[in-house]
């Protein structure tokens, strides 16, 4: 990657007003404490006049948000037109409009509630495109990329460092970080990155994935849905998740901190670049933060 290119395309504002707010209370000592917590509040989608979901989000990005849902659902296709989106913050409404005509009454009948954070919602059937789905064989993942993405996006300020209680989810591109992605829930989190990707046309073509979170069967289906065929995850495994990785030829990194890493699919992606002898410990807070 050039030095020049800028990294963080999006970034996370800790500091932005309506994402968290500051909350009185106690320490262990019985001490007056001041606490950043993360504010959640209710968004609730439509699909041209249908309702389709009411998701549990911080509230940023709703277009990105919805798009992305509606993607990984299945219930927008890629050659789709969206005539409009419309979000009204006060209702906690967003209305996405498609020239397509569509209704999914008997889709919405058949509900899973996922292992995601927040209560993931799935509908229909889950597998609908993964089986046909096939990724990218060419690219690969140096291991000094997972080392400097690793720095790169823990060290980035975040809600994620600023108050917990949340994930993060980036698109990268080699050692470089795209796309910060934050919510309550990484199914969220995810979607967003999804619905920029489709409404900016960008290809998951050498493209990385990073979460924060637990890489379940939900994350490895939304990915390689998006066509993404690397994960690096600095929490750990689910047995469905790997195996559905190991199907779909996934490359799976999990446990991704300081200078560990666990690879559970997709090895011969690797390439072994670094020695992890000389890559430094990861920092304490950043330690502690990623127990949260």
């Not at 993964?130 to 060419?138: A, P, R, S, Y």
């Not at 591109?173 to 919510?183: A, K, N, Q, S, T």
């Not at 559905?244 to 011969?268: D, H, M, P, W, Y």
């Amino acid at each position: 990657m050039t030095a020049n290119m800028k990294e963080f395309l999006i970034a996370p504002d800790p500091k932005a007003a309506s994402l968290s707010e500051n909350l009185q209370g106690i320490d262990q000592s019985g001490d007056a404490i001041s606490l950043p917590v993360v504010v959640e509040k209710p968004l609730t989608l439509f699909l041209n006049g249908q309702e389709i979901v009411t998701m549990m989000t911080i509230g940023d990005y709703p277009d990105y948000l919805a798009l992305g849902y509606l993607l990984n659902q299945n219930m927008l296709h890629a050659d789709d037109k969206v005539t409009g989106i419309d979000y009204d913050e006060d209702l906690g409404v967003v209305v996405v409009r498609t020239e397509r005509e569509t209704d999914f009454e008997d889709k919405l009948k058949k509900k899973t509630q996922t292992s995601g954070c927040a209560q993931g919602t799935v509908f229909g059937d889950v597998m609908e495109k993964f089986e046909d789905i096939v990724l990218d064989t060419d690219a690969v993942l140096k291991t000094s990329w997972i080392y400097d993405l690793s720095r790169k996006i823990n060290q980035q300020p975040s809600l994620y460092l600023e108050a917990g209680a949340i994930h993060g989810c980036v698109l990268c591109e080699g050692d470089r970080p795209l796309i910060y992605m934050e919510d309550v829930g990484r199914h969220n989190a995810i979607d967003k990155i999804a619905g920029y990707m489709w409404r900016h046309g960008i290809s998951p073509r050498d493209k990385i994935f990073y979460t924060t979170g637990r890489l379940t069967s939900e994350m490895v289906i939304k990915t390689v849905q998006m066509q993404l065929s690397i994960v690096i995850s600095r929490s750990g495994f689910t047995a469905w998740g790997v195996d559905l990785a190991r199907q779909a030829n996934l490359t799976l990194i999990g446990r991704a901190r300081g200078k560990r890493f666990v690879c559970l699919s997709g090895a011969e992606r690797l390439v072994f670049d670094a020695d992890p002898a000389k890559i430094p410990d990861e920092p304490r807070k950043y330690q502690r933060k990623a127990a949260q």
